[in-house]
């Protein structure tokens, strides 16, 4: 996926193929401001405001404790931004912002963009000093509580966007009895796998803070079982497990770490069993660009010293540990994602 300017009509096009617009400009001057509005906005309650019948600036300000003034600012870009919508004085949402951003949504990223808020955007302000030193930040070793349960809401909203898809297409036998989910203590993918395969088990390891802040679904929380632990040490056994999931965790480790954790993954697999490293992948230089995994490469690589990794060095991890490369399966729905399966013959 990428991000461009549209032109709205033959005036602007020509400016935009003549090379007469500073897209520079867009990027530095437009852009930050427009992703912080929308983060403060779900922060305030902005669009849940909306939601809830709050149409107008001096309304929507009231009811968020905002001034009138910058709210009215703020309800113009979103419009802008097709958030909104602003016709007989009155503001509504939009379909994508109704379904995406309102919190109560089932479908809603709402909780990534309130953590972003509140923790990641001070990170940013790093990045220069990544650039020059190439030393990153470990983001889970200086979460204090209430930022650990702000981080457990993004990640299961970030999954919730992802496990409808998932659990469509994962290539996973019907006779599968035991999963491994390494890292997945928002719940959201051990669930639907168990939904989906009635004979299904599942066990969620994942650091201490993670699994403490974590909640399981009610109708499949006697088949999830939840351990505390560490991946990149603990033991994972020796042809336990059908599947194993690695989903959104590999950018937070090195290469180094990663082979020997598929290594040990590798040994955990009963006869047949798959291996799912579930990412957002970094395109490689030579290959269509693609904006979703480039720029996520570079926000984990500040944030955990790592970033994202091509298929093919994902799929170098798999081949070393005696793995059988089985498909790739690149997301419709989430730009830049793919399910990179190997499996163990």
């Avoid at 030193?133 to 809401?153: A, I, N, P, R």
């Avoid at 299904?200 to 390891?205: D, G, H």
């Avoid at 957002?280 to 480039?294: H, K, M, N, W, Y």
Wanted: charged share 20%.
């Amino acid at each position: 996926m990428q991000l461009r300017v549209a032109p709205e009509n033959p005036l602007e096009w020509l400016a935009l193929k003549t090379n007469q617009v500073p897209i520079p400009l867009l990027h530095v001057q437009m852009y930050f401001i427009m992703a912080k509005a929308v983060m403060e906005a779900a922060d305030a309650g902005v669009f849940d405001a909306i939601h809830q019948g709050k149409n107008t600036s001096e309304t929507i300000a009231k009811a968020c404790h905002l001034h009138p003034r910058p709210t009215a600012q703020l309800l113009t870009l979103l419009v802008s931004m097709e958030y909104l919508s602003f016709d007989n004085d009155q503001f509504r949402l939009t379909s994508m912002a109704q379904k995406w951003i309102v919190s109560e949504s089932p479908h809603s990223v709402h909780a990534i963009a309130v953590y972003n808020n509140r923790v990641a955007w001070d990170w940013v302000s790093n990045l220069g000093n990544y650039l020059r030193t190439g030393q990153g930040m470990e983001s889970h070793e200086v979460f204090d509580e209430k930022q650990w349960q702000l981080y457990q809401d993004a990640m299961q909203s970030v999954a919730k966007s992802e496990v409808r898809e998932f659990e469509k297409r994962v290539p996973i036998s019907k006779k599968a009895t035991r999963l491994l989910d390494i890292g997945g203590a928002n719940g959201q993918y051990a669930a639907a796998l168990c939904r989906k395969l009635p004979n299904l088990e599942a066990i969620i390891l994942d650091l201490p803070e993670a699994i403490e802040n974590s909640s399981l679904p009610e109708d499949v929380r006697s088949r999830i079982t939840c351990r505390a632990g560490n991946a990149l040490t603990d033991d994972l056994g020796e042809n336990q497990y059908d599947a194993v999931l690695l989903s959104n965790v590999a950018h937070h480790f090195t290469e180094a770490q990663n082979q020997e954790l598929t290594a040990r993954v590798a040994r955990s697999l009963r006869k047949d069993g798959i291996f799912i490293v579930n990412e957002f992948i970094r395109p490689a230089l030579d290959s269509t660009p693609e904006l979703v995994g480039s720029s996520s490469s570079l926000f984990f690589g500040l944030t955990s010293t790592s970033g994202n990794w091509t298929v093919q060095e994902i799929q170098a991890w798999q081949r070393a540990a005696g793995l059988k490369i089985y498909k790739t399966i690149r997301y419709f729905t989430i730009p830049g994602m793919a399910m990179v399966i190997a499996k163990k013959s």
